[in-house]
């Protein structure tokens, strides 16, 4: 029972490169959210989905977009990366109100 | 503008006292409450939650209290052990059109003394 597990863990982007964060899950939850995590400013979250299909944004959406085409998937991505989007990025799935997290991805814009 | 508010930092405490960790928020939406506890290169991980129908929730060392006339709620860890040095985070969450929004203050890094 894997949990949730975030791919990449560690990226390194120039500015105005694009990518995309996976994050899967495998407890059959509904809800599912992606955070950022900088220093003084603890976890923002960016997006999150209530279920397959949907998405909705969260309180620091500018600058990236997601899906959520299958239910155990929740894609972050970023068209054209700034260095103000270095960060700590985690997942976090739940059925109800306790989220469980993944190991993060460190990703640095340069 | 933050809606869930972790005043201290950082606090320092000795092993086998009380650590009180305190957390503020504004929204009066809010109706479930959570603490997560964090470890350096680590996924945060759930501690404790409390719900706001209730003003107290304890679990082994842990104990959550919540005070909603004043937006407040507290987590004590009896006595604190080394293992216990983290940074943890409160959380709110409510189910505003069944979104299960979860907002995080910025954290208490906690470091408990030998």
């Known amino acids: 029972n894997a949990g949730v597990t975030q791919t990449p863990k560690f990226r390194v982007l120039k500015t105005g490169q694009s990518m995309t964060l996976l994050c899967a899950q495998d407890?059959?939850?509904?809800?599912m959210y992606w955070y950022r995590q900088d220093p003084g400013m603890g976890l923002r979250l960016i997006h999150y989905?209530?279920?397959?299909?949907?998405?909705a944004k969260g309180e620091v959406p500018d600058g990236y977009n997601v899906s959520r085409l299958k239910k155990q998937n929740f894609l972050l991505g970023l068209e054209s990366a700034a260095p103000s989007q270095t960060s700590v990025y985690f997942c976090?799935?739940?059925?109800?109100?306790?989220?469980?997290f993944g190991q993060g991805t460190r990703l640095t814009v340069v | 503008d933050q809606q869930v508010k972790q005043n201290s930092p950082s606090l320092s405490v000795q092993e086998g006292r009380i650590s009180i960790l305190n957390c503020d928020y504004t929204?009066?939406?809010?109706?479930?409450f959570l603490w997560y506890k964090k470890y350096p290169a680590e996924g945060p991980t759930f501690l404790i939650s409390?719900?706001?129908?209730?003003d107290k929730n304890e679990d082994g060392r842990f104990t959550v209290f919540l005070n909603k006339s004043a937006k407040h709620l507290s987590l004590h860890i009896v006595p604190s052990q080394p293992g216990d040095s983290a940074v943890y985070f409160c959380?709110?969450?409510?189910?505003?059109?069944?979104?299960?929004?979860?907002?995080f203050g910025t954290g208490t890094l906690l470091a408990v003394q030998p």
């Open positions: 976090a799935s739940a059925w109800d109100t306790e989220a469980f």
């Open positions: 407890m059959n939850h509904e809800y």
């Open positions: 989905s209530v279920g397959e299909g949907t998405t």
């Open positions: 929204n009066s939406m809010f109706d479930y």
């Open positions: 409390i719900s706001s129908i209730k």
């Open positions: 959380a709110a969450s409510y189910y505003g059109g069944a979104t299960n929004k979860l907002i």
